[in-house]
């Protein structure tokens, strides 16, 4: 399930995202959350599978319905490809009309994730 942040989930938020790469200072990390704060279109989401947070989701909406996936961080237990396309896909089916697009450093993962879903749609 995947479900925007709120306020008394920034604990867990800021443990998932200190895993990645960049975010794992703490300055460098206040400064991330609190630039997703700044504005409306900058959002986080926390995506739940087994009544678990396991994943965050940092999505940037902008012009011309694309939705700029920032971030994209699991838990250790949780980094399958699985775990990450279920997320997105979940995404995409709550945001039918954007287009999912990634950083360059996610690209990667989301051109396999849109192949994947691509593949299940016979």
């Known amino acids: 399930m995947l479900t925007q942040v709120r306020n008394d989930n ?5 443990g998932i995202l200190s ?3 960049g975010l794992r200072e703490l300055s460098h990390l206040n400064a991330e959350i609190a630039w997703y704060n700044d504005r409306d279109t900058r ?4 995506w ?4 678990r947070v396991q994943g965050v989701l940092g999505v940037e909406l902008l012009p011309q319905d694309i939705a700029l996936i920032r971030h994209a961080a699991l838990t250790p237990e949780s980094r399958t490809a ?4 279920a997320m997105l896909s979940e995404f995409q089916n709550q945001n039918q009309t ?8 996610n ?5 396999k994730w849109r192949k994947s879903s691509s593949e299940h749609i016979v």
């Open 98 to 105: 954007v287009f999912v697009m990634g950083t360059l450093d």
């Open 43 to 46: 959002l986080l989401y926390i």
């Open 10 to 14: 920034q604990k867990t938020v800021m």
């Open 19 to 21: 895993l990645l790469p």
């Open 48 to 51: 739940q599978s087994d009544s």
């Open 82 to 85: 699985t775990n990450y396309f």
């Open 107 to 111: 690209q990667k993962l989301i051109n």
